[in-house]
């Protein structure tokens, strides 16, 4: 699940692609229009204003050459049910559950996902929950170590 930043500037055909992890790390990069000229390569690169980190491009908004344009998360219930990927028990029962849950929550998922998944790589024996249990049990606000 990724936020997405498109970048277009004001004064020139440029337009860039940076793509969030849930945690504020940069993701991906993608010039969509345009090629970079050396001026805006020193300002990016040299000069140390590539944001790697999320909370970095949000202070872009302040420059006057960018328009920014955000895409916000996917929390809808078929993202969660793809993404969670183990379609088993019953699915009206868990997109109630979702659909009763807090944004916040929703969210949550998507951070602990990835966390639950590495935790069940280390122990292949343990059968991953039904997603309506992952959901009814809060199990995405339980700490995955490993």
Do not use: H
């Amino acid at each position: 699940m990724l936020t997405t930043y498109i970048i277009t500037g004001t004064n020139t055909n440029i337009i860039w692609q940076f793509k969030y992890r849930l945690d504020g790390l940069l993701y991906e990069f993608k010039l969509m229009q345009g090629d970079l000229d050396a001026k805006q390569i020193n300002w990016l690169f040299i000069k140390g204003n590539f944001p790697y980190q999320e909370k970095q491009i949000k202070a872009w908004t302040a420059i006057k050459n960018f328009k920014i344009e955000v895409g916000q998360p996917d929390l809808s219930f078929d993202n969660f049910w793809n993404t969670y990927n183990n379609k088993v028990g019953k699915r009206k029962m868990a997109e109630n559950t979702w659909n009763r849950m807090s944004k916040a929550d929703q969210l949550n998922v998507f951070i602990n996902l990835p966390k639950y998944k590495n935790y069940l790589k280390y122990y292949p024996n343990q059968q991953m929950m039904y997603p309506t249990t992952y959901l009814n049990q809060e199990a995405y606000k339980n700490e995955w170590k490993v």
